[in-house]
């Protein structure tokens, strides 16, 4: 059974945003699930900071023993800082997905965007 946190939102292609202790700030990275479907994270690639995406754009890849898969951003807005420690440990995802092993905060452009994220138990239902 994966680990849905009550206090986050999700997205349909398991990205979570959790709330930072900046008022517009975000922090990104891939579900439980998510890391438990990939297996083992070997590569993590990130955007720089300042760069800016949409809700849904690709901002990034994780790169598995079992695949390869495209980070999408939950949510529009700009990138404040990124997880310069997953390039030396991006097992950090796999041990720790809500915590050390978050990938970029977003400073978002729309708040009424978190709106279209899913919450625990909707999140729950869409990963059956």
């Not at 999700?10 to 922090?27: G, I, P, R």
């Not at 590569?43 to 999408?72: C, H, I, N, Q, W």
């Not at 977003?106 to 994220?117: K, Q």
Request: charged fraction near 25%.
């Amino acid at each position: 059974m994966s680990d849905v946190p009550a206090d986050l939102l999700y997205s349909e292609e398991h990205e979570y945003l959790k709330k930072t202790e900046t008022a517009d700030v975000y922090q990104v990275g891939i579900t439980d699930y998510a890391q438990g479907e990939l297996g083992d994270v070997v590569y993590v690639e990130l955007p720089s900071a300042g760069e800016t995406y949409t809700r849904g754009a690709v901002f990034g890849t994780v790169e598995a023993v079992k695949a390869v898969s495209d980070l999408y951003c939950p949510i529009s807005g700009e990138i404040v800082e990124v997880n310069a420690s997953l390039g030396d440990d991006p097992g950090k995802v796999n041990s720790d997905p809500y915590g050390a092993g978050w990938m970029v905060k977003i400073r978002i452009s729309d708040e009424t965007e978190r709106d279209t994220l899913l919450g625990p138990d909707e999140y729950t239902k869409h990963i059956g």
